[in-house]
């Protein structure tokens, strides 16, 4: 009898368990087009504001100051995993950042851009 019970209860933790562990992956920004290497160069001083949105879409943040525009691209990742029990609750969680800025003088053409040292995979929305 006690050892049914004890085996009851071993079952009814490990069902716990499994039911309780996850994993997630979620992605908020723009899609980072920047690292497409099949697109066509981007060039100080003849890209303009127009063809940059042309090749990337939208930026996440457009910035205006008085001699200069600037193009702001960013792209978040984040994949996690843990489990998460009665007594004991464990998760881990890697955010990758990937960012492109572009700053263009007051006639739209570009002066400069920088991509981020960190880099998330391009990959193309299905």
Known sequence: MIGRNF???????IVTAIINCASW??????VNKWRD?????IEIG???Q?????LLGPPSQIIGLKEQVIFYYMLEKTEGQGA???????????IKYDRAIFFFDKNG???DYAYS???AAFETMQ
Request: with cysteine.
């Open 84 to 94: 998460f029990l009665i007594l004991i609750n464990w998760s881990n969680e890697k």
């Open 46 to 48: 003849k890209t303009s």
């Open 109 to 111: 053409v570009l002066d």
């Open 37 to 41: 290497d099949s697109l066509p160069p």
């Open 25 to 30: 992956q979620n992605q908020q920004g723009v």
């Open 117 to 119: 040292l960190e880099q």
């Open 7 to 13: 085996l009851s209860l071993g079952l009814m933790c």
């Open 50 to 54: 127009s063809d940059v949105m042309k």
